[in-house]
């Protein structure tokens, strides 16, 4: 359960997002439609959770994650963007799980970065997994064939046993797969990268790792079935998108959203891609930033609370950090500290918070999400929870919330610039 709240002091606003709550319910209902599904229908597989994390799928992905966990020092997920920011934010969340250190590749064309991939794996069992939908972009194209090189001068014949390809039905990359006799795990034709957190793009790393993806999975399944069964102006999806499209109009051209928990310091990319690809489009669309408290506190903290008027605020607030700290009396160094003693670095980080939100409220709209807890059932609800308000949220834009085309101008100019 996501719980939402507004914190926005002007009367006169309130009363548009009241309107703009009625006035938009009819992008609410046609959500999933049959009309949205003639439109959308080769970008909705994610939207019926048990599409691509039914029990055959989830079977899958678990059998051939034990494979390389039982052997694997190092799994390598090359991917970039929406092929690997999902699994990086449970897996870099979750850092105590069991499995096989997880190196991130094919997301950087820096020749430095890619030395660092290559010292981490050096005289260790590799396994990679080269996530690529259609296998023509170059980030993860280039190092594929890179680390191909390292994994056949190291293992000689045995290395296709440790390749794995995540790719479309009757792509290149899987006609290779089929002649090298590399694992083939499909990348769902109807499901875009940013909308891939549960499948098995997100889903085969997070199992190596020993996140439990069925959790996750339950998580997402169960938002799904709660944000389907309320399609009024109660849902919090719909709230939460109605509100950013106010605050839009408004001249607001800025979301931060922010957070106490450094867990989600790899969220905040999966959140960015989603909304920046999703809906900046047609000139129009909120640029996603976010903000890491308290540390930011400390820097971008000035220019929330006395600059120009352009952010509002999403609180992600974890109610249960399912950790303690007490700080105590130190009876031999003078500090000035002591109105700390005997409290819980819990209690202290929740004063910290509650005092942003109200020194923020007072100088911009904010918003607050609150979660329970982190634990991989959650992160399955607030996937599925923001994927969903970015559907209704684009869909009261106006723009189709799916596509990317302008990605491709630079990668034009690139291309011809290496003479493809």
């Known amino acids: 359960m996501i719980q939402f709240q ?27 439609s049959e009309a949205d599904f003639e439109k959308y229908g080769d970008s909705l597989g994610w ?4 599409t691509w994390a039914n029990e055959a799928e989830l079977s899958a992905i678990e059998e051939l994650a034990a ?11 090359i ?29 950087s064309l820096s020749p430095w970065a890619f030395e660092q991939v290559m010292n981490k794996i050096r005289g260790k069992s590799v396994y990679i997994d080269c996530i690529a939908k259609n296998f023509q972009t170059l980030e993860p194209g280039s190092a594929f064939r890179v680390l191909r090189e390292y994994l056949y001068k190291t293992y000689g014949e045995k290395a296709n046993e440790r390749i794995i390809a995540t790719g479309s039905r009757n792509s290149l990359l899987e006609t290779i797969c089929k002649e090298q006799g590399y694992s ?3 990348f769902p034709q109807t499901v875009g990268g940013r909308y891939t957190a549960v499948t098995a793009v997100g889903l085969l790393p997070m199992a190596v790792a020993g996140i439990d993806i069925r959790a996750l999975v339950k998580g997402a399944a169960d938002m799904a079935a709660e944000l389907k069964g309320y399609r009024d102006i109660t849902q919090s999806a719909y709230r939460y998108a109605v509100a950013r499209n106010l605050y839009y109009n408004e001249g607001y051209r800025m979301e931060m959203l922010a957070s106490f928990e450094p867990q989600l310091h790899w969220f905040y990319k999966w959140w960015i891609q989603l909304f920046a690809e999703s809906e900046g ?28 008027p352009v952010i509002f605020e999403t609180f992600l607030h974890v109610k249960d950090p399912q950790a303690s700290m007490i700080v105590h009396p130190d009876v031999c160094v003078k500090d000035d500290f002591d109105y700390l003693n005997g409290k819980d ?11 942003t939100l109200r020194a923020h409220s007072e100088k911009m709209p904010c918003m607050v999400l609150e979660v329970e807890k982190l634990t991989p059932y959650s992160f399955g609800e607030i996937f599925y929870f923001f994927m969903y308000t970015c559907y209704v949220s684009a869909g009261i834009l106006g723009v189709n919330p799916f596509d990317q085309e302008g990605v491709e101008a630079y990668k034009q100019r690139m291309f011809k610039a290496l003479g493809k």
């Open 6 to 32: 507004m914190f926005d002091h002007q009367p006169e606003r309130c009363e548009k997002y009241h309107q703009m709550l009625t006035d938009n319910l009819p992008v609410l209902e046609g959500i999933g």
């Open 47 to 50: 939207f019926d959770i048990d």
């Open 67 to 77: 494979r390389v966990r039982r052997d694997a020092d190092v799994f390598v997920l």
């Open 79 to 107: 991917g970039v963007g929406g092929s690997n920011n999902a699994a990086r934010s449970v897996i870099e969340a979750f850092p105590e799980c069991d499995g096989p250190e997880i190196v991130y590749a094919g997301n």
């Open 184 to 186: 083939f795990v499909e």
């Open 281 to 308: 489009k047609e000139d129009q669309g909120v640029y996603p930033i976010s903000g890491e408290y308290s540390e930011e506190l400390h820097s971008v903290g000035q220019f929330l609370q006395d600059g120009s």
């Open 345 to 355: 670095f819990r209690e202290i980080n929740e004063a910290a918070y509650g005092a």
